[in-house]
């Protein structure tokens, strides 16, 4: 009896460990957050904010995204992609000094955070085009 | 005689899981080409974009969450500052053909999860048309709309995510919206 109830213990012990969500995976990244930034962020050389975001929009439509919010004010725009599979991004344009606009990039592949630089780099590479501007690398 | 087939039976065993590993692996990763421009990106912009004339974006941007209202769809977001509306809609996705597939495997003994709901999503977006010089023009806009589906089977697990490319979808859209831009225009 006794030993069956100290099974139970453990059994359920266990079972709530696996339940609790870390702190890594609610807080944390593989990569520091420098390491991050250094792919996932470009600076453009216009100080528009809404003509940013509107080519970010048109960028995320020929990459095959249906948007899910657009806030002006915050400057976000997130989006999914189904094609057999859920990608989700969210991209943020904010001001750097005057005449620049940093826009960073965060893409989230069905249940996990995209941390291979390629296709950040394939993004912006794409946005360029739309903006008619080049992405600067941001230190 | 391969190499893999003279091996112990243990390094064949090892062999198969290490394949079944990267597989796995493999499906965790994002797909070479999800963010970049593929050769039908052109034609799928021209399917699902129309340019309409003598009407300034808000009346546009009104006009269409008419035509989704009238498509019964909800909106579910909207930011009419950068021309966005996102609308989504809620169907039953029972097909007959798949019931009937359904039963015949149940006969068997066989459990096959026909397909029960599905959410259809869209987002609408519209930027001004530019003029000759380069500039926004107030009275002529681009419109785009994506159309994406999630489909859930009957044990609740989603089945099917996908965008829809189907060119008749589209046009009964933009056919739908020519007659609301009227209306619009109308009502000014």
Redesign the interface.
Known sequence: MHTHRIVAALLSAVLLAGCAPSTKVIMGSEQSAVQLRSYQQRAFDTADK?QT??SV??TL????????????DLGT?S?????????RMTVTARPRGTNQMLVRAN?Q??D?A?E?PK??Q??F??LEKSMFLTAHQVD | MTTSSRGRPGTRGLLIALSAAAVLAGC????ED????TPD?LE??QL?SRRLDGISETSLLAASAGVLQDLGFNID?S?T????I?ASKDRSAWNAGQITAAVALALFGAHYAVDKTQKI???L?T?PALAADGTPRADAQVL?I?????VWNVDNQLSR???IEDPAVYQEFFDRLSKSIFLELQAI
């Open positions: 809404t975001l509107r929009i048109s439509q020929d990459l095959g995204f249906v948007v899910d919010k657009a806030d002006l725009v989006a999914t992609k189904l094609s057999g599979y859920q990608l893409a592949y069905m996990k995209v291979d296709p950040y394939d993004f590479t794409a | 965790a990763t994002i797909p999800a963010l970049t421009p990106s799928r912009r699902q977001e930011e500052r950068l021309g966005v996102v999503r869209v987002s977006v930027r785009r994506t159309i994406q589906r999630l995510i996908d965008s």
